[in-house]
């Protein structure tokens, strides 16, 4: 890889892992996720960074994309299992890492299995493994937990402005040739359930991504457009929409979505409402993987 380009992902990762640590601090009961998500996002920025996405907190049966609203008045609660994902870009070079805080004894272990799934994960991220023993490795952990993984979400590689490129690494065993290749860029991102192992897509739609330009006939659809351009096609939150009215918003969004113009990250909700743990790190493939968020 390019010495420039490896150290644009270590940089954004060093920056995203240590405010991932520094974050554990705000996540407690009683505290808005309005305003965790804020302080995190400035953080990135005062780092001289940038949001590679908005800030995820999705609690308990929400597995991901729940980014707060303008005004969000959710609290963390005694009880809430709570998914902060955090995404930091330097030029376009991604360091994503995610992790879960429990404030119910109970889903202790719950964190645990996608931890500990994670972790043996990354000893594999070496050229030549293939990818499926990731993926079953994953799921085998998991399931020593006595827990599901979720079955229809899954860890990815990264790119230069692109949060989802190929492949994807499901987070249970599958049937395929393909072998990590050395200076990949991945994240890897097991989700275990005391559920049924799937999310579906759930409402609202707070996370979005610019797909390309076009006519469009509102004014706030046409403000929304010039503004998402700044993102260069990595997602954008609902909250960052200089618009003060979300109804105004979610009228606009509407034309750009049936124009094309935009794309939807709608919230992900355990099918059968099971409680959900995540963790994540950046690696980049080696015969000593680099964890970039470590
Ligand atoms: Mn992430
Ligand atoms: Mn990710």
């Known amino acids: 890889m390019d010495k420039e380009i490896l150290d644009k ?5 060093r ?44 609690l308990n049966e929400i597995a991901a994309h729940y980014t707060p609203m303008k005004r969000d008045e959710t609290k963390i609660e005694k009880g809430d299992v709570a998914k902060i994902d955090i995404g930091v870009h330097i030029d376009g070079y991604v360091g994503d890492t995610a992790y879960t805080l429990s404030f119910n004894e109970k889903y202790n272990k719950l964190v645990e299995a996608s931890e500990a799934a994670l972790a043996e994960a990354i000893k594999l991220c070496k050229p030549g493994t293939l990818l499926s023993d990731v993926s079953a490795k994953i ?13 229809n979400l899954t860890g990815h590689g990264l790119d230069c402005y692109d949060l989802h490129a190929e492949p994807q690494i499901p987070n249970i065993k599958f049937s395929s040739n393909y072998k990590l290749k050395e200076d990949q860029v991945i994240a890897i991102e097991p989700f275990a359930t005391d559920g049924s192992g799937m ?6 739609t707070l996370i979005f991504r610019l797909l ?7 004014q706030d659809a046409r403000t929304i457009m010039a503004f998402a351009e700044a993102f260069n096609g990595l997602p954008f939150a609902e909250r960052w929409i200089p618009i003060d009215s979300i109804v105004k918003i979610r009228i606009a969004m509407r034309e750009l979505r049936e124009r094309g113009i935009i794309y939807d990250y709608p919230v992900l909700k355990e099918a059968k409402n099971g409680v959900i743990s995540q963790a994540e790190h950046t690696v980049i493939v080696k015969d000593e993987p680099i964890v970039t968020t470590k």
């Open 139 to 151: 799921e085998e952990t998991i399931n020593s937990f006595g827990y599901k993984p979720i079955s």
């Open 9 to 13: 992902y270590i940089e954004a990762g």
């Open 199 to 204: 999310i579906k897509e759930s409402e609202p």
């Open 15 to 58: 920056i995203a892992a240590e405010i991932r640590e520094s974050s554990k601090a705000l996540i407690k009961i009683d505290a808005r996720i309005l305003d965790i998500a804020e302080k995190i996002e400035k953080v990135i920025k005062d780092k001289g960074a940038e949001p590679a996405f908005p800030v995820n907190i999705s």
């Open 212 to 218: 390309g330009k076009g006519p469009v006939r509102n």
